[in-house]
């Protein structure tokens, strides 16, 4: 079994590319961020966004790089998804009286 200690200095290493910027808009950042920060105030129903959000910013982060034999999700499918969304509400979710 691996020492734990190790395979944490393993992934701090980082691999190639990690320096690299990702392409991705202010926009796009935003809206991501709209969204993760709706479910983290309350708001349940923005739970399977946040999985899209979470496949975008994977894909984006390694969009320039190259894996024979590997078939991802491209950024472009993801961020249609995305930006088809409304905007979420912002704060906590309001009690119906």
């Not at 920060?37 to 708001?43: K, N, T, V």
């Not at 491209?74 to 912002?90: D, F, M, Q, R, V």
């Amino acid at each position: 079994m691996n020492d734990p200690k190790d395979l944490e200095a393993l992934k701090r290493e980082g691999l190639v590319g990690d320096g690299s910027p990702a392409h991705i808009t202010a926009y796009q950042v935003q809206k991501c961020a709209a969204i993760i920060q709706a479910y983290r105030d309350g708001h349940d129903l923005w739970g399977p966004q946040v999985e899209i959000v979470v496949a975008f910013l994977q894909a984006a982060a390694v969009e320039g790089i190259s894996s024979p034999g590997i078939i991802r999700p491209g950024t472009e499918e993801l961020w249609n998804k995305i930006h088809a969304l409304p905007w979420p509400p912002s704060g906590s979710p309001k009690l119906a009286h």
